[in-house]
């Protein structure tokens, strides 16, 4: 073969690859902008079914193999399975998001992971998240809220099984249990006393 045969065969190649690259990429994209209408709509079986789609496609395995899961994808399938409250796979997804470079998707999936775990009472560890999320934008009013009240909630689980909050409703508990019945209140004729 001489030389400008191997040029072609190579420009060849690298155009197919390009134009593979470029529809899987519009495919990816038209996935996403379709899935947010999905989401809107409360479709979210089909729009899981969609992204399942683009997963399965032989184009996406192709770009997958080049590069890790695409991080935006692994976010929706996260939302979309925090909407199906289905809790252990949308963290999954979270923290495949989370391994972004992308600073902005990297806090929304924090902050969607942390709120997770804030609704199985781990307030300590989904303020952490919460801080993580500050790190990455000090400006995230939602994340600052969220933080006080995991904190507000930690301090008041803590004073839960304090041992001076046990000794209070025991003393309470002492109260309820003495006889005052209704041999104190008014019995006969009332007695006044001058």
Do not use: C
Request: overall charge positive.
């Amino acid at each position: 073969m001489s030389g400008k045969k191997l040029i072609k065969i190579f420009l060849l190649f690298l155009s197919f690859f390009l134009i593979l690259y470029g529809y899987g990429y519009y495919k990816r994209y038209d996935t996403i902008t379709h899935l947010e209408e999905k989401i809107k709509l409360g479709r979210y079986q089909d729009a899981l079914s969609s992204i399942q789609r683009l997963q399965d496609s032989p184009i996406y395995k192709i770009m997958a193999k080049f590069g890790k899961e695409d991080p935006m994808i692994s976010f929706n399938k996260g939302v979309i399975y925090t909407l199906l409250e289905n809790k252990k796979d949308a963290r999954i997804e979270y923290r495949k998001a989370m391994e972004t470079n992308d600073p902005v998707l990297k806090a929304r999936a924090i902050y969607n992971n942390a709120n997770l775990i804030a609704t199985d009472m781990d307030f300590s560890t989904a303020a952490l998240q919460y801080t993580e999320v500050l790190k990455i934008d000090a400006n995230d009013f939602q994340a600052k809220k969220n933080l006080e009240r995991m904190r507000l909630g930690e301090q008041q689980f803590n004073t839960m099984f304090s041992p001076e909050q046990q000794e209070r409703e025991d003393r309470i508990e002492a109260l309820k249990l003495i006889p005052w019945g209704m041999k104190y209140k008014y019995s006969g004729e009332q007695k006044i006393r001058w």
